[in-house]
């Protein structure tokens, strides 16, 4: 069964061909992809440069599982190093926000940072924002509705990307 996945894109270590390659490795991965616009960040718990941040999302029959792999084996292939802090400078992170309407534990579904940053709920809600939260039954454009007066900075960001 074909399940719609969601996935956020984060880099702030030469950010512009991360997130280029970031999303030709997904669309080369998974073919056809909803790409939302791209945001521009301060970093998040640490002092660095800003990040560039975008949501993806395409229709994959491979379970959760393997999905999660994919986004792992990209991320390795793109140079994430994994050995620094949580709140560190890297050069890609792709988070599986949703599996369909899934609720897990491990993986965790739906990602709880949907609903605690501004840089996955804004880009989300941009191109997915009927889709209902599965754990509160909103909509992603009323959270968005909801967070968006007290968000943190979030800059539209022009970044051309061939998908």
């Known amino acids: 069964m074909s399940r719609r996945v969601t996935v956020s894109l984060g880099s702030n270590i030469d950010?512009?061909?991360n997130i280029r390659a970031a999303v030709r490795a997904l669309r080369a991965?998974?073919?056809?992809?909803?790409v939302?616009?791209?945001?521009?960040?301060?970093?998040v718990g640490f002092?660095?440069?800003?990040?560039?941040?975008?949501?993806?999302s395409f229709e994959t029959d491979e379970p959760v599982q393997e999905v999660a792999a994919g986004l792992k084996d990209i991320e390795d292939t793109l140079g994430r190093d994994r050995s620094q802090p949580r709140f560190s400078a890297?050069?890609?992170?792709?988070?599986?926000?949703?599996?369909?309407?899934a609720i897990s534990e491990e993986p965790q579904l739906p990602r709880d940072e949907i609903l605690k940053n501004a840089f996955v709920l804004k880009p989300l809600a941009d191109i997915h924002g009927d889709m209902k939260h599965p754990l509160t039954?909103?909509?992603?454009?009323?959270?968005?509705?909801?967070m968006a007066p007290e968000a943190a900075r979030i800059e539209p960001y022009e970044l051309l990307l061939e998908y």
């Open 15 to 17: 950010a512009e061909r």
């Open 29 to 34: 991965r998974y073919g056809a992809l909803t």
């Open 36 to 43: 939302s616009p791209v945001y521009q960040t301060e970093a």
């Open 47 to 56: 002092d660095g440069d800003d990040f560039l941040n975008l949501v993806v």
């Open 90 to 101: 890297r050069r890609i992170d792709l988070d599986l926000l949703t599996y369909g309407d």
């Open 137 to 146: 039954g909103l909509s992603l454009a009323e959270h968005w509705r909801r």
